[in-house]
């Protein structure tokens, strides 16, 4: 054995889900300070399998995580696959199981029963309490590109579907799509983001102005605006309306069924970016299944014109698969290369802590 840490990353399973937890150039800078670093063959991933190769790493064949040795780290994005047998190693993933989500239980008792930790990507904090690394902005960017382009179809099609939404090859192609579905309907969307100072909202924000959508048509919500407590009668006056935050607390919601039945509505479109449909405490409890990229929108029950649609997607970035992923991944990638000394880095001790305690909570 060679005593390098092993860094394995898997293939992600999610169907459509094109990002990567690494990239050739965060592979080679781990490759560069002596960890080992082996990658799972992808088809869908955004990243050539040849890209690995050229830098270095060992490829591997498609889902073969399950059988590597215990002490190798287990890196990935997405959820893994439902199943019941007992996780064994250490897994660095998006594990959405410490929110009293639904199923959570079923998902987290699998790595104690195997004697496996998650290090949850999304509880990974700076010393500020701050995501060390995040899809957020990524997430509000693609998110607000596809609540356009639905309202803009609504305009020219309101009696048609929504189809199947395809992941572009860069920022500029997207761009270039949406300024031209805007001009097909003949208007501007006025469109209202809560959470516009975070991340995510500010994804959402700079979509819509490099869109070319006015400013004076871009409400931008946070904190101050919402302090008072929904539902908001500016949303159901608002074409679109995109949610951004990050739900921490139960709050009242910024929607409900009395709200949308106001005459002077006009929402034909929310994106809920946050995306906690299984949450009991989801503030827009107006819908109740995610959506995704074949079938990107919901209907809301809602009385009279304009039919509602809900874009509830909970792997947005994917839209921007490349540039997504690089992003994360050099954001993540300082805390990546403390997983050799990770009984001690503060990072990794504190999202193990986590993990202990949210193990603790488990139905005994």
Known sequence: MSGKTIIHLRGESKPLEHRSALTPTTAKALLDAGYEVRVERSKQRIFDDEEFKKVGCTLLPEGCWTEAPEDHIILGLKELPEDTFPLKHTHVQFAHCYKNQG???????????GNGTLYDL????DENGRRVAAFGYHAGFAGAALGVEVWAHQQVN?????GVVSPYPNEGALI???????????????VLVIGALGRCGRGAVDLCLKAGIDDSNISKWDMAETAKGGPFMEIIESDIFVNCIYLSQPIPPFVDAKSLASPSRKLSVVVDVSC???NPHNPIPIYSVNTTFDKPTVPADVTGEPKLSVISIDHLPTLLPREASEAFSTDLLPSLLQLKDRQTSRVWKEAKDLFDEKVATLPK
Request: charged share 25%.
């Open 176 to 190: 270039a799509h949406i300024k031209e579905v805007i001009a097909k309907s003949g208007c501007q969307p006025k």
């Open 103 to 113: 199923g959570w239980a079923n998902v987290l008792s699998r790595f104690p029963a």
């Open 122 to 125: 999304e509880f990974l904090q």
């Open 276 to 278: 906690d449909t299984t």
């Open 158 to 162: 309101p009696d048609k579907e929504f």
